[in-house]
């Protein structure tokens, strides 16, 4: 798909990410099963777990920060087409490629500063209110996925650029 | 550069990285980011960059995206969503366009647990889409009128958007939620009268079927029971107190879930199916939260908001031509930012200008939820459409914005009503409360 | 130089007329107009009470106001005047403010500027009227912290934590039976509407509000900007406190004048009852805690 089977080196990204998808697929079963026991404790047995919804919100980025390389590679995101006529082959090359630097630039600095907000949770031993379970794992999570991104980006132009790109 | 002038530009910068096939969430990322960054140092964009998208991606009440798309997708690699649209097909479908029609209650009934157009448009878009595709309608159709449909999500309580103006205002919830059930319903009725039309000018946008008997509609009816048990037993449960309608989503889908392996009707392929789809729409969705989180505090910086605002107190047109400048000034604020901000910077403003000609608080409420729910729509930023578009498989963008035009139309009527006979809006709170 | 202070509280709260506003004044005033401060409420810069630490940490915006129980990790001992019979309510931001060095250590990765002590939460009660603790048996009870958790438990109810625009529907439906916090809640929240019963008069905990600024941000002010900075905070710590106090009293009024809504007033002695259990709390977060907290709990308790 989009090239991804085309060449060994994009192959083996594709797993990663795929890979790191899956993990997000057991965190995307987990929230199921997190709040299913949060509402079994709370109404049926009475003794609701204190600071449950910290171990949801949690659990939720993690779902979204695991499975974003791997959606961005499969290009879900939502964009215009209507000028794609008028834009011409080249033209749409010169926009996919300029949307990916400029988009993978953004994330890039996301990326670096999701990492040192990481470093400097850890420092200062940032934690959730109820649980005081630990923050800096979800930024480290926050900085892999976002920098994950960044690479796709590149990926995906190297492959237009290759003309190896099935658009 | 004055700070307008930055803010102008942005919206330039949008729109040309939209026609560079950008996607509208790094769009509004972009711009968001270096707008921020020029009026701000980038020092403070970077920050805000992290900022909000570390609350996008832990925030509480998103958490109904992944949940609700997850049910969706169970339910349709397991057939349910299919037992359901069959039964409705049978029911409604000798009617022109009686899916779409089904589908708008079905997103009014929704509203009466979610408070949010999103999570609305999703979970009925989810279920509904690849089934009215299955029986020939035309995407345009299928799209607009789900896309319109879950701003119903808003004005049925309960509501986000009632929530937060009561909160602007100090109205009362209550009056406002109440306040908010015969407009949905009149806008739900004018929506179908909408889906009657487009299928009677255009016979093949909503084809009708064949005439089913009795006997067959009740067992299509049984076959559709699981699904339908799901949403009894959620509705349900977030009436009785059992739990809230956020847990609610994720009891959905894990009673989905739980149903679908007690049938057997999940292959381990399709089980895979459906998680990855579920991962890949949800990443994608929160994506367009974190571009939109970063977007509109670059607008609050521009004071672009603040400035239209201030210059509406300032009107001498009347009390009807204000009221009609503001709502004019919202559709227009409402194609580029998100409504439940624009409510925040505008309303401190507005709401003393209002009140002061007359006009009631609670009534104008209503009417600013119908305006902003608008917002939801319009291009080029409208959520409730790249929404539509995200569950929807292989449809242009352009074809769901031309889709939803026609709804736009039946809310401005529906506007123009509720203007004309402030009762639709006031009967119920006013006979509850006095 | 101008100065963004984020406010997620909406732009008609009544601390934005009362302490945010005369603060920007104050600051622009005393520096003749060098540095300006402009408030941006309703989470304009970016929604929500939880990341307004973050926000300012970061530098998304120079001013923040927040609540140090939103970032519980990082203030261990501010959070110590929220235990119960610790801060006295009239006179609580004042002592605070004298005792400031022994919560110095918590402020290194931002720069204090403002710090009250809140209005003392009550027990909002959707159906039940609570004069004893023996009411609370296993009801569920909204908390807004963890201190106010403890304490609850030790009251023999079931703390449950949601964030606090859920109140009104959980409320509402019966997912909760009741909800914890301070009475400015009655219009804020419109808790108003879905409670039937208010109880107060017992040694209750209060959670502690500060505007806090960007570490960078102050240092890059000359010094006699930062006298005005320090000063202008401070006075906006007595404001922010007196305009605190006057609504939650006006919270509890407007429900008492409610009909069909009943304030419950503990008497001393069904007081008691309740402050013993919380006062075991306390004794066992101030050992938990260490450090300056006994101290702390000396200075304020006096
Ligand atoms: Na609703
Ligand atoms: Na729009």
């Known amino acids: 798909m989009f090239g991804y089977q085309t060449t060994a080196w994009a192959k083996l990204f594709a797993r990663t990410n795929f890979l790191l998808a899956v993990i997000g697929g057991v965190c995307l079963i987990g929230l199921v099963v997190i709040i299913a026991v949060g509402v079994i404790m709370r109404y049926a047995l009475g003794t609701p777990i204190l600071g449950i919804n910290e171990i949801v919100q949690l659990t939720a980025l993690a779902v979204v920060m695991t499975s974003l390389p791997y959606a961005t590679q499969h290009r879900v995101h939502v964009s215009v087409d209507v000028f794609d006529t008028f834009l011409g082959r080249l033209g749409r090359k010169i926009g996919d490629i300029f949307s990916r630097l400029i988009s993978g630039y953004v994330l890039f600095l996301l990326a670096r500063r999701a990492w040192l907000k990481c470093l400097d949770a850890l420092e200062w031993g940032d934690a959730t209110n109820m649980l005081n379970l630990p923050i800096w794992p979800l930024y480290a999570i926050l900085s892999v996925g976002s920098a994950l991104c960044v690479a796709v980006f590149a990926a995906d132009i190297v492959l237009i650029l290759t003309n190896k790109d099935s658009e | ?434 | 130089e101008d100065l963004k202070f984020a406010n997620y509280m909406p732009p008609m709260h009544p601390y934005v007329e009362g302490a945010f506003q005369p603060f920007a004044d104050m600051v622009s005033e005393a520096t003749g107009g060098d540095v300006t401060v402009t408030i941006y409420s309703g989470g304009e810069l970016g929604p929500g009470p939880v990341e307004q630490y973050s926000r300012v940490v970061d530098g998304v915006a120079e001013l923040a106001i927040s609540l140090a129980g939103y970032t519980a990790s990082q203030f261990p001992m501010t959070l110590v005047a929220e235990l119960p019979g610790v801060t006295n309510e009239a006179t609580g931001t004042v002592d605070l403010w004298e005792n400031i060095d022994l919560l110095a250590d918590e402020y290194r990765r931002v720069k204090l500027v403002s710090l009250w002590s809140n209005a003392g939460n009550a027990l909002y009660m959707r159906d039940v009227a609570v004069d004893s603790p023996d009411d609370l048996a296993g009801l569920k009870i909204r908390v807004p912290s963890r201190n106010a958790g403890l304490v609850i438990e030790a009251w023999g109810a079931t703390p449950v934590s949601m964030p606090v625009t859920e109140i009104y529907n959980a409320m509402q439906t019966g997912v909760i039976d009741g909800a914890y916090i301070d009475t400015t809640a009655t219009r804020a929240f419109r808790l108003g509407e879905v409670a039937n019963y208010l109880t107060t008069g017992m040694d209750t905990t209060h959670s502690p509000f500060f505007i806090l600024m960007n570490r960078d941000a102050y240092a890059n002010l000359s010094s006699e900007e930062q006298a005005a900075i320090d000063a202008a905070g401070k006075a906006a710590s007595i404001l922010a406190n007196q305009t605190q106090l006057a609504v939650a009293a006006g919270g509890i009024e407007s429900f008492a004048a409610t009909e069909g809504k009943q304030v419950i007033e503990l008497t001393e002695e069904q007081a008691e009852a309740f402050n013993v259990l919380s006062a075991e709390v306390t004794a066992a977060v101030i050992a938990e805690t260490g450090g300056n907290a006994q101290a702390i709990v000396d200075a304020l308790a006096k």
């Open chain 2, 1 to 434: 550069m004055t700070d307008t002038t930055v803010g102008l530009l942005g919206i330039a910068a949008l729109f040309a990285l939209m026609i560079l096939r950008t996607p509208v969430a790094f769009a509004m990322l972009i711009v968001g980011f270096f707008g921020y960054g020029i009026l701000e140092g980038m020092r403070s964009a970077t920050a805000l960059l992290l900022t909000e998208s570390y609350s996008a991606v832990s925030n509480y009440s998103l958490i109904v995206v992944p949940m609700f798309i997850l049910l969706g997708n169970i339910s349709s690699v397991a057939g349910y969503s299919r037992g359901l649209y069959d039964a409705a097909f049978a029911w409604v479908g000798r009617f022109k366009g009686g899916l779409a029609s089904a589908s708008v209650i079905g997103c009014a009934a929704f509203s009466a647990v979610s408070g949010s157009s999103v999570a609305t448009a999703v979970t009925l878009g989810k279920v509904a889409l690849p089934e009215m595709k299955r029986v020939g309608y035309a995407d345009s159709l299928a799209t607009g009128s789900i896309a319109a449909g879950g701003t119903l999500g808003f004005l049925i309580p309960p509501s986000t958007g009632f929530v937060l103006y009561a909160i602007l205002t100090e109205e009362s919830i209550g009056r406002l939620f109440m306040a908010g059930i015969l407009p949905g319903l009149l806008l739900m009725v004018l929506f179908m009268a909408v889906v009657w039309i487009i299928a009677t000018l255009d016979e093949t946008a909503g084809p009708c079927g064949e005439k089913v008997p009795f006997g067959e509609r009740f067992k299509l009816l049984i076959a559709a029971a699981p699904l339908l048990f799901v949403i009894v037993a959620s509705i349900g449960g977030i009436y009785l107190g059992v739990f809230s309608p956020v847990e609610a989503s994720g009891i959905g889908a894990g009673l989905v879930l739980v149903l679908a392996v007690l049938q057997r009707k999940l292959t381990w392929a399709s089980f895979k199916e459906a998680v990855m789809g579920t991962l890949q729409t949800s990443s994608m969705l929160y994506m367009i939260v974190i571009g939109a989180n970063i977007l509109n505090p670059f607008f609050s910086v521009t004071h672009i908001p603040q400035t239209l605002g201030d210059g509406l107190g300032n009107l001498n047109v009347g009390p009807y031509g204000t009221l009609a400048v503001i709502l004019l000034a919202y559709v227009a604020l409402g194609m580029f930012m998100d409504g439940l901000s624009m409510l925040v910077i505008t309303i401190p403003i507005v709401f003393p200008v209002i009140t002061g000609m007359g006009f009631d608080p609670i009534w104008f409420g209503v009417v600013a939820v119908i305006v902003i729910e608008m917002g939801m729509i319009t291009p080029p930023v409208g959520l409730n459409v790249f929404v539509v578009r995200g569950v929807a498989d292989g449809v242009p963008l352009t074809t769901v914005f031309k889709g939803v035009l026609p709804f736009l139309g039946a809310m401005l009527v529906a506007l123009l009503l509720i203007i004309a006979f402030p009762q639709i809006a006031l009967f119920i709170p006013n006979s509850m409360f006095g």
